[in-house]
């Protein structure tokens, strides 16, 4: 098992047990005690856990913090991109209504594959995000549409009440979402209320909601919750996701897909 999988493998049982040790993880993945402590070390300076005597507690419950474009972009980057390649599963066979995208990371990593695919210039794609946008139309997509409002200059994000009422209007095959967190009491969250606008208004506007989400990320919660578990239909998470909480979300309906980086 490669570093970067252990790592996420911890953040996840983290947030999910809310505590760990070093002993038992060194026991788990069969690794020495001295290697646990550089994993966590790792994930004390991402923010992903706290690091205590002995091993390591969940990072704080609703947190509003946020990185840049740039730095959440290096995150997880392997298990990203096989999450993305997973997604291409997902893309409408034929599309009266198009596609939303949002603005995460993950969707990012999505539509870098989606720029290349021989059947996106068949499908009306609807965004949010700035880099989204300029990738795919300069990528030769004819119907790519942003949506227009204001800028959140941390995300490249285009939010407000201009960019709800286009998509009032709307109506998806699919939205493939990204979140900055996910747990089984909060659902899907993310800092910002008025990101969160966005991606409720594209979960409900759309027949099919895919959600892409690292495993870093499952059994935590940011401060705005978006959409519950029942508004999934589809989650594409990587190897990394802990058998519990893969079950949990299972017995919610939700189709769970493990993608392997």
């Known amino acids: 098992m490669y570093a970067e999988e252990r790592r996420r493998q911890i953040a996840s049982l983290t947030a999910i047990e809310g505590r760990v040790n070093v002993t038992e993880l060194s026991e788990k993945f069969d690794v020495t005690a001295e290697t646990i402590r550089r994993d966590l070390a790792v994930l004390n300076r991402e923010g992903v856990i706290h690091r205590v005597h002995g091993g390591a507690v969940a990072s704080q419950t609703f947190s509003t913090t946020e990185f840049s474009l740039d730095a959440r972009s290096r995150s997880a980057s392997t298990a990203k991109s096989a999450i993305a390649r997973k997604a291409l ?7 009266e ?3 939303f995208l949002d603005s995460g990371t993950s969707i990012s ?3 870098s594959l989606l720029a290349s695919d021989p059947r996106a210039g068949t499908w009306p794609i ?5 880099p989204i946008a300029l990738e795919l139309s300069t990528s030769g997509l004819s119907h790519v549409q942003l949506l227009g409002g204001s800028v959140r200059a941390i995300t490249q994000a285009v939010v407000g009440a201009m960019a709800l009422r286009s998509l009032a209007l709307m109506r998806a095959d699919v939205a493939f979402i990204g979140t900055n967190a996910l747990s089984v009491d909060h659902g899907l969250s993310t800092a910002d209320a008025q990101e969160a606008a966005i991606k409720t208004a594209m979960v409900t506007n759309a027949r099919t909601v895919v959600v892409l989400c690292d495993s870093t990320k499952l059994g935590n919660d940011y401060l705005v919750s978006f959409a519950s578990l029942d508004e999934i239909d589809v989650l594409i998470t990587d190897s990394g996701a802990p058998e519990s909480i893969v079950s949990e979300l299972s017995q919610h309906g939700i189709e769970v897909v493990l993608a392997e980086a």
């Not at 609807?126 to 700035?130: A, E, I």
Request: glycine share 12%; charged share 10%.
């Open 109 to 111: 990593a999505f539509a």
């Open 97 to 99: 209504g198009g596609i």
């Open 126 to 130: 609807v965004t949010n995000s700035l």
């Open 89 to 95: 599963k997902y893309l409408p066979e034929q599309s």
